[in-house]
Structure formats: structure tokens, C-alpha cells
């Protein structure tokens, strides 16, 4: 079964090669390692599942002389949902590019974007956490810049010089700990931690640094230029995967190799930037005037709701109920994963079909595009918070650690940001159901609005009513 480790990041690399080699045939090599990448990333699941966590020494060299790849629940969870999510991107973009030139540009760069997020997930030292959050950064700015425009490019240069900042203050604090350790091991360092300056620096600048790739408030504001102005599949990409997997970096950083000197004071700063990052992303978003600019503020905010669970997880003591929690932490991260890929490649499909993004002028797309409309619902629904959504799990289990450890500004935050994001979602619909009239035609669902579809439906009826077995994948975790 460790076999499925090293498949899981030589697959996508090798395929990456083979479309510099083959570009007429690139979209099919694409769509093949897609496939096979998200069969292996089952297989992993079901293994951790069955046997607990796996690990593999590339070339059988011990951790702290080779690279060594590891993979648990939580990490195993979050490789599967890149798969789908990649997989799904990759179908859309098939029929995104039109043009031979785009595909040939596209293709390498995506593949080693899906390459640098398997092998982060699966690195188990710090330096190749560094080395692959460098590959994921430099891999997510080209593919944003590709829109083409002045500012496209712009944002990607802003998104280029923050994200270079981040893996600064992180590879410092890593050579911090390199210094007062002498391995940088994960599974050891989490036996190793002590309290002191160099521990307590060492984990201010690797969290600064990583804030910044999450685009946590107020360190959001490269975020929305960037997104907006990206082409939809890697818009996608971008919200769904490459911030969540720096916030699944300050979770094991947090939770699992500095648990032992992580404060209830430094757990509630992160709980006020988040709930900072709820409302002032939501009302932003609600302000928007385009789609991609109200998805891309939505982002802000709904990762928001992930930091607010710090404070909880610090006061909860081990138990079924900081267990609870944690599944429901990771199930809120997985449904907006879903559930914002999907609303980009719906938007994508408006922008080509429409001309256009602008709110105000989306009079009739009801009509026009139907089956891309309903996949925006489904999206909305998940963000919102509704049942029997995902996303109505891990806000309930917030709810709930908040009334469990007395603390009441998190459920006040929670309810604000689910009124804002009915709000700026209805107001999308509104305006898609309005009433200008368009000839009757038979409703069909074109290649490029399936995978939307597919990816909200798994945010709604997927997590929101087979949840259980991620809680049980979790159970004694973190």
C-alpha cells in the first residue's frame, strides 16, 4: 500500500514531462493520470483507514538523511479531495482553452502545480515542506498570470513578491528549529518541542509566513486581484487547494509538532483574525460588483470560519469532543474545497458563455444556462452553511465547541457571516432569475458545466450526508 505514496507524486510529474513531449495528445495524458492519481489517492484512504498512518523512505535512506514521505488521516483526506478537485479542474479545462497555444502553455505548469500539492501533503520534514510550498507558490503564479491581461499579470506579481516573503519568515523559522534541534523530522520534532525563545520565534515566523499564502485578514489583500484576474480553472485551483493546503500546514504545526508551547492567548489571535477575515470578506464579497471578485472575497471569509476553530481546539481537552470538533473543522475545509472550485468553473462558464461576470447583468442566465445556474445554488447552499450540506456539519460542531467552552464571540461571528453570505448569494440569484425572456429550449448540460455540477453535489449530498467515516478517519487525531 506505501506504493500508492510514491505514485501519488511521480504520476503527475512524469505526466507533466510526457505533455512537453506529446502536446497534441496532452489533454488525453492529463485526463489518464487524473484518473489514475484519484485511484490511488482512494487506495491511500482506505489504507491509512485500515492500517493507520503509512510512511516510505525514498531510496531507504532513515529520516533526517533521505526524503521521507508520510501520509495520515487528515493528510490522506486532503489528497483524495486535490485529486477530484484536479481531476474535475482538468476536465473543464480541457474545453476551456480553445487555442493549441493555451493547452501547450497550460498543461506542464498544471501538472506541476498537482505535483507540488501531492508532495507537500505527503512530506514529512520541514525542509521539504519549504522546498515543496516554494514549487506549489512559483507553479500557482505563472498559471494565474496566463488570463494574459495587464492586470492579470499585476496581480500575479503581487501574488509572486508575498508569496517569495512567506517562504522567507518560513524557511527562517525552519533553520530556527534546525539550529535548536538538529533534525527537522516532524514525527520527532513533536516529541522534541520545549518552550523557549527559539521554539516561540521559530513558530511566529513560519506562521507569519504561512498567514500570508493563506491570505488570512488583514494579509488577504493579494488574494482577490489574483483570483479574480486568473483564467476559471485555475481560479479553481487556487481557492479550492493551494491556501488550504498552507492552512493545513498551520493546523499540523499548531496541533501536532508545536502543541506543546501553542498558548490559549496565541490561539485566540487566530480566532480574532478569522473572525475578522468572516466579515470583512463576507461584507466585501457582498459589495462585489463581479462574480469572480464575490467567489474570490467569499474565499476570505470561509477560511475565516476554519481559524475560529483554534481557540476551541486549544480550550477542548482530548476527548470525544475535541475529536468532534476536528472532524468538523475538516469537513468544513473539504466542502468549501468542493464548493468553490465548482462556483469558478460555474462563473468561467458565464464569462464565456455570457461575455461577461458583471452581477448586474446577469438577467435571464437562469434561463440561458440552467444546469450552471443550479450548480451556483448548490454552491451557495454549501458556503451558506445549509442543510444538508457539508459545511452545516463543521459549523455545527463550531456552534457547539463554542457553547461547550463558553466562548460566544465565535457564534455570533458564525451567525453574522451565514446571514452575509445568504445575502450575497441571493442577491446572485436574484439577479439570475430575473425577468427578461428567452426562447424555450430543451435543457442540456454542456461538457464544461459537468464538472461544477459534480463538485457541488459533492459539497452538498457527499460530505453533508456521508461525513461519518471522516470523523472515524480522524478519531484520536490531532
Not at 110 to 119: D, G, K, R, V, Y
Not at 368 to 392: D, E, K, M
Not at 398 to 403: D, K, M, V
Amino acid at each position: 500500500m506505501t506504493d500508492a505514496l510514491i505514485w501519488l507524486v511521480a504520476m503527475p510529474l512524469a505526466a507533466a514531462l510526457a505533455t512537453l513531449l506529446l502536446p497534441r495528445h496532452a489533454s488525453v495524458v492529463v485526463i489518464i493520470t487524473g484518473v489514475v492519481t484519484t485511484l490511488a489517492g482512494g487506495i491511500l484512504l482506505f489504507a491509512v483507514g485500515t492500517q493507520g498512518a503509512l510512511s516510505y523512505e525514498i531510496g531507504g535512506w532513515t529520516a533526517g538523511l533521505g526524503i521521507a514521505l508520510r501520509a495520515d488521516g487528515l493528510s490522506a483526506l486532503l489528497l483524495l479531495m486535490t485529486a477530484l478537485v484536479m481531476l474535475a479542474a482538468s476536465i473543464y479545462a480541457s474545453a476551456y482553452f480553445s487555442k493549441a497555444v493555451e493547452r501547450a502553455r497550460f498543461w506542464p505548469l498544471w501538472l506541476l502545480l498537482w505535483t507540488s500539492l501531492n508532495a507537500l501533503l505527503l512530506s514529512g520534514d520541514l525542509f521539504n515542506l519549504y522546498v515543496t510550498l516554494e514549487l506549489l507558490g512559483l507553479s500557482a503564479v505563472v498559471l494565474a498570470s496566463l488570463g494574459g491581461k495587464t492586470a492579470a499579470v499585476a496581480a500575479a506579481l503581487r501574488y509572486l513578491l508575498v508569496g517569495l516573503l512567506g517562504s522567507m519568515l518560513f524557511l527562517a523559522g525552519v533553520s530556527l528549529i534546525y539550529a535548536g534541534y538538529g533534525t527537522l523530522d516532524i514525527a520527532a520534532l513533536a516529541h522534541l518541542i520545549e518552550p523557549g525563545p527559539v521554539t516561540w520565534t521559530a513558530l511566529a515566523l513560519m506562521t507569519a509566513g504561512l498567514l500570508l499564502k493563506t491570505a488570512l485578514f488583514p494579509l488577504h489583500f493579494w488574494l482577490p486581484p489574483a483570483h479574480a484576474s486568473a483564467p476559471a480553472p485555475v481560479s479553481a485551483v487556487l481557492s479550492a487547494l493551494v491556501v488550504k493546503v498552507a492552512f493545513y500546514l498551520v493546523l499540523r504545526l499548531w496541533l501536532d509538532v508545536f502543541a506543546a508551547v501553542v498558548t490559549g492567548a496565541a490561539a485566540n489571535l487566530l480566532g480574532v483574525l478569522g473572525a475578522g477575515a468572516v466579515l470583512w470578506g463576507s461584507w466585501r464579497a457582498l459589495r462585489a460588483e463581479r462574480l469572480k471578485l464575490l467567489a474570490a472575497y467569499s474565499t476570505v471569509a470561509q477560511l475565516g470560519y476554519l481559524f475560529l476553530f483554534f481557540p476551541l481546539l486549544q480550550a477542548l481537552p482530548s476527548g470525544p469532543a475535541r475529536d468532534a470538533a476536528v472532524g468538523g473543522l475538516v469537513i468544513l475545509a473539504l466542502t468549501h474545497g468542493f464548493a468553490k472550485a465548482g462556483l469558478f468553473m460555474a462563473i468561467g462558464v458565464i464569462q464565456q458563455r455570457c461575455g461577461h461576470d458583471s452581477i448586474r447583468d446577469l438577467d435571464g442566465t437562469a434561463q440561458r444556462l440552467p444546469a450552471t445556474t443550479f450548480a451556483i445554488a448548490l454552491a451557495g447552499v454549501a458556503l451558506i452553511g445549509l442543510p444538508p450540506s457539508g459545511a452545516f456539519l463543521g459549523k455545527w460542531q463550531l456552534l457547539a465547541g463554542s457553547f461547550a467552552t463558553g466562548q460566544w464571540l465565535w457564534i455570533l461571528v458564525t451567525v453574522a457571516g451565514s446571514l452575509l453570505a445568504a445575502a450575497y448569494i441571493f442577491r446572485v440569484l436574484g439577479h439570475a432569475f430575473g425577468h427578461q425572456a428567452y426562447p424555450q429550449r430543451p435543457v442540456t448540460v454542456a461538457r464544461e458545466e459537468w464538472p461544477a455540477l459534480v463538485l457541488t453535489a459533492m459539497a452538498m449530498v457527499g460530505l453533508g450526508l456521508a461525513g461519518a467515516p471522516v470523523w472515524r478517519l480522524l478519531e484520536g487525531g490531532l
